[in-house]
């Protein structure tokens, strides 16, 4: 067992996680009050044992200072959650009204097509000419260019009278870090998921402390001043930037270019969805992230290099003092991105540990970066990169030796691919139940594509910086060759036959079963403990049974489920494992991989059948004829715009009555024709149409369910 002396850190920080997990949920800022008022009785306990160690025999209650130590952090924990919970404080942007906000942009702004994505923090809300200091983040998204159709905008655009910012005029679109705008204060909050199980990105911007977004046209936007952000900041994007403009000079191919400005800067904007989804197959998704591993390899090749310092004591002190140097430059010139800037740290604490102290613990090592990144900002908990960085580095900690044992090479070269396998499955078991939770996929081929990747991506890495360092314009073709060739290998192996499992999804509970199967059996497997063998198999033998329980529900499914799209249709009819999805979208259409897919999946459907609703079909299950859908028992009505101008030649029953694609008819004709217990408004509606359905329905006292701007419409019909 490990000395609990040397392990501080990891008694400190599991804690402090608890802590942050309990009060990060918007407790208010009374549990602050209750919070801080615990820490002081805590730290007034220990203070009087220790002064008064002697009369109140102090070795004695060693219980007490136990318990203290532990529920310190806690509060900690709590008390950063709670302070770093933007919406509670009571300067909140959102708690102001104002006519417009001055806002001060926090992050490298991201363009895409016509938009430009700005994050950006409140300093003023504006209400009749009076600025009142505000504090908050603000998601704004900037239209370029003047939409084509004509929308109606409720944000009436700046004028002379509207104080220092003025009337509105400026055509100029380009934003940078640290740049102060004058934007309209019509800010909505961020829309939670309305279709079952579709990525809640409301939730995810919360855990960041985004709370509210704004769109804007490019003209209701007003730039004030510029280079108002951290001087050190700034400088490390306008040199990213000039290290991307360099790299698109030099690679002539835009996916390779891309690339190379991820590999090596961080810099994803021109990714194409066709590599990222090949390096997603292929588990090498981190190889697109600089974090770990890039930070990493750039440790190794400086450790290598000055080496020969270690030959005498004050060598150490200078090897340390280049080597994390080095490590912080390259940092830099990543843009001080995140997840550099959290490789970097804890790198920085490894090469700290074992430059003064030999046999520093590894854990106790990583356990105190996390702590400081903690402490400095405690939502981290939440970032997936931060969960799956740590966890990775545990598995390289705890499980590589432990793999790496099972088999005993003697030739180097097999010892050696054996030993990066090790350090392959290591990582991927470590990460595998979080990876699977957040991503529903799972690499069959990742340790072939790892080990592809391995001296493709070094060779990126290595040559990549030293292009942009020593400016060898020379070796840019085969620069541009190496990342070809690792991208064609590894779509290759993402087009192999079962090259990925998708479709899996997780509970929360499932995932805490899943992990505790995977440690409880690698430490029985480790120290042949019986006790461990029996936590594992019960957390096998409730998985099994979870599993069966779902595979049992699926087999009894039948529903109808209409999504709630925007200027589009889907409507999903599911028995048992099978799904008929009647839309107006192509089946690789993004919305569909996004907002209805998921729903599907997570149902257990393995097969989905895509339907035109002008087509007629006729199954045992399924039927479609003149715009009326027959599903089991239930009756739907279709309305499109074939019903322009048309009365139904005779009357009619349905379960439900859909209007869908800018129909224009007679709806109290139409319900005085057809007899219906439901009418559903889908989001191809227009507001305005949907709004004239509603006041004709509520004549008929017919219940109406708009999709437009509610959660999907789910109809069980299992019996």
């Known amino acids: 067992m490990l000395n609990q002396n040397e392990n501080v850190f990891l008694r400190l920080t599991i804690p402090l996680v608890i802590g942050i997990l309990c009060f990060s949920q918007g407790q208010g800022l009374t ?9 002081t009785i805590t730290i007034l306990l220990l203070g009087l044992l220790n002064l008064r160690y002697a009369r109140f025999s102090g ?8 318990i203290c130590f532990y529920i310190f952090p806690f509060l900690v924990g709590g008390s950063l959650a709670i302070l770093n919970d933007q919406l509670a404080q009571p300067s909140h942007f959102s708690k102001w009204e104002s006519d417009y ?16 994505s700005i994050r950006a923090e409140v300093l003023e809300a504006f209400r009749k000419d009076q600025g009142i200091p505000v504090s908050g983040q603000l998601l704004i998204s900037i239209q370029k260019e003047p939409p084509t159709t004509d929308i109606v905008n409720s944000s009436a655009k700046l004028n002379p009278a509207s104080g220092p910012a003025g009337k509105i005029e400026s055509k100029d679109v380009s934003f940078a870090y640290g740049d102060q705008l004058f934007v309209p204060g019509n800010f909505d909050t961020i829309a939670a998921p309305r279709n079952p199980y579709e990525f809640d990105v409301r939730s995810w911007y919360k855990q960041q402390n985004f709370f509210h977004q704004l769109f804007v046209q490019s003209d209701q936007v007003l730039k004030h001043k510029s280079n108002q952000g951290d001087l050190l900041t700034s400088a490390a994007l306008k040199i990213r930037k000039q290290q991307v403009a360099y790299f698109r000079k030099l690679v002539n191919n835009e996916e390779a270019n891309a690339v190379a400005a991820t590999l090596i800067l961080g810099y994803r904007a021109d990714l194409s969805e066709e590599t990222l989804s090949a390096y997603s197959k292929t588990g090498t998704i981190h190889a697109l992230s600089v974090s770990g591993m890039h930070v990493g390899l750039i440790y190794l090749i400086i450790n290598f290099m000055f080496s020969f310092l270690d030959k005498w004591r004050q060598g150490r002190v200078v090897k340390f003092l280049v080597v994390i140097g080095l490590v912080w430059f390259y940092a830099f010139i990543a843009g001080l991105a995140p997840s550099v800037l959290r490789s970097a740290i804890m790198l920085s604490i490894y090469i700290t540990g074992t430059t003064f102290k030999k046999h520093q613990n590894s854990y106790n090592l990583l356990c105190c970066a996390a702590f400081l990144m903690l402490l400095y900002n405690p939502l981290l908990i939440y970032d997936v990169g931060f969960q799956l960085s ?27 691919l054996w030993n990066f396998f090790a350090l392959s499955i290591a990582a991927q078991l470590a990460t595998f139940p979080l990876a699977i939770y957040y991503f529903h996929q799972f690499p069959l081929y990742f340790l072939i594509s790892n080990l ?44 192999l036959p079962f090259a990925s499992i998708s479709g899996i999804w997780i509970s929360v509970p499932e995932l805490f079963l899943l992990s505790t199967l995977l440690l409880a059996g690698c430490l029985a497997f480790t120290f042949f403990s019986k006790k461990l063998i029996y936590v594992a198999l019960t957390a096998l033998c409730l998985l099994t049974l979870n599993f069966g329980f779902k595979q049992y529900q699926t087999s009894q499914q039948q529903q109808v489920i209409f999504f709630s799209l925007r200027n589009s249709f889907a409507i999903g009819f599911v028995h048992r494992n099978q799904a008929c999805l009647l839309t107006d979208l192509d089946e690789n259409s993004k919305v569909l991989r996004s907002a209805v897919k998921p729903a599907l999946e997570q149902a257990g459907v393995t097969n989905i059948r ?3 609703i002008h087509q007629n079909l006729k199954s045992q299950k399924l039927q479609i004829k003149e715009h009326q859908v027959r599903f089991l028992n239930f009756h739907l009505l279709f309305v499109d715009s074939c019903f322009n101008n048309k009365v139904l030649q005779t009357p009619l029953q349905a379960d439900v009555l859909n209007i869908s694609q800018f129909a224009k008819l007679d709806l109290k004709q139409l319900l005085e024709q057809c007899l219906t217990k439901q009418l559903i408004i ?38």
């Open 31 to 39: 549990w602050l009050y209750v919070l801080v008022g615990l820490g």
């Open 682 to 719: 889908d989001g191809s509606n227009t507001a305005f149409r949907s709004a004239h359905y509603k006041s004709v329905a509520e004549n008929f006292a017919l219940p109406v369910y708009e999709l437009r701007n509610k959660k999907a419409y789910l109809v069980n019909l299992t019996k």
């Open 390 to 416: 740590y966890l990775s580095v545990f598995g390289l900690i705890f499980l590589q030796p432990l793999i790496y044992n099972w088999f005993d090479f003697k030739n180097y070269a097999a010892d050696k």
């Open 101 to 116: 906000l001055k806002v001060q942009i926090i992050e490298e702004p991201k363009e895409h097509a016509n938009i430009i």
């Open 610 to 612: 895509y339907l035109n």
């Open 59 to 66: 070795y004695m209650h060693k219980r007490i200072v136990y």
């Open 452 to 495: 592809f990747i391995l001296l493709p991506v070094s060779l990126i890495m290595y040559l990549g910086i030293a292009i942009l360092i020593l400016r060898l314009d020379i070796l840019g073709s085969i620069f541009e060759w190496i990342i070809n060739f690792n991208n064609i290998g590894l779509k290759w192996i993402s087009e």
